[in-house]
């Protein structure tokens, strides 16, 4: 498919356990970004990479989480010790291009289906 | 951190009609983008909006940049019944987007 997407769409694990999920971007685009989606709420910030490194992390909320995008394409999202609190959708996005501008097609973002982390 | 407030929290529409949200925020945004999230998808974009006082159509959807550049209005026309979804407005500050809590839409029946 053309789209951003995400692996697993449902991840359920036990307090404490170790979870990695998957994000593939769209073919081409630079720039990744993951957000969490709490009940209720609109997706929150946590990471933005443009190519290979993370350009920015200050939405992760703390040492737990990291992600990785190795080769400039797939991105990992790892949460160590899980806990209740982690329980959310994790929303992953392209765009074409990152930092420098916010108009224009070339930074809108297209989101992936989501993971729906439940933590037990 | 920038805060979006969406109203109202929720709507039921009856099929036809047609329905309003908005959004203001607390800081001045240089562009407002509404977003629809459906059941068991990622949010998709629907308008962007990037000059005070723009009015942009797409479709039944009909969004406005406030002149304050803390507000937008999204409007939907003669809705039907595939309107369902939560309605997101988003301020992009760089490549960071900040989005308020939403709006749900149900079709009454």
């Known amino acids: 498919g053309a789209g951003v997407s995400q692996t697993p769409s449902n991840k359920v694990t036990e307090k404490g356990k170790y979870v990695e999920l998957r994000c593939d971007p769209i073919s081409g685009h630079t720039a990744l970004y993951w957000y969490r989606q709490s009940l209720g709420q609109g997706p929150e910030f946590l990471i933005y990479?443009?190519?290979?490194?993370?350009?920015?992390d200050s939405g992760l909320p703390n040492d737990r989480f990291f992600a990785v995008r190795p080769e400039g394409s797939v991105s990992t999202l790892k949460i160590q010790r899980t806990e209740r609190g982690d329980s959310a959708v994790y929303l992953c996005a392209s765009s074409l291009m990152g930092r420098g501008g916010t108009s224009g097609g070339g930074n809108e973002q297209f989101f992936g289906p989501g993971t729906r982390l439940t933590v037990l | 951190g920038q805060q979006l407030n969406q109203s109202p929290q929720s709507m039921f529409i009856q099929e036809g009609e047609d329905v309003s949200m908005n959004c203001t925020s607390s800081?001045?945004?240089?562009?407002w983008l509404w977003y629809k999230q459906e059941p068991g998808e990622g949010p998709v974009l629907l308008i962007a909006?990037?000059?005070?006082?723009e009015l942009t159509s797409n479709g039944r959807l009909t969004a406005q940049f406030g002149i304050t550049r803390k507000d937008s209005f999204l409007n939907i026309s003669a809705s039907i019944p595939s309107d369902v979804g939560i309605y997101f407005c988003a301020g992009p500050n760089d490549y960071k987007l900040s989005f308020g809590a939403g709006t749900t839409v149900t079709v009454r029946a």
């Open positions: 909006l990037y000059k005070a006082g």
């Open positions: 800081s001045i945004f240089n562009t």
């Open positions: 990479f443009q190519g290979t490194g993370a350009a920015d």
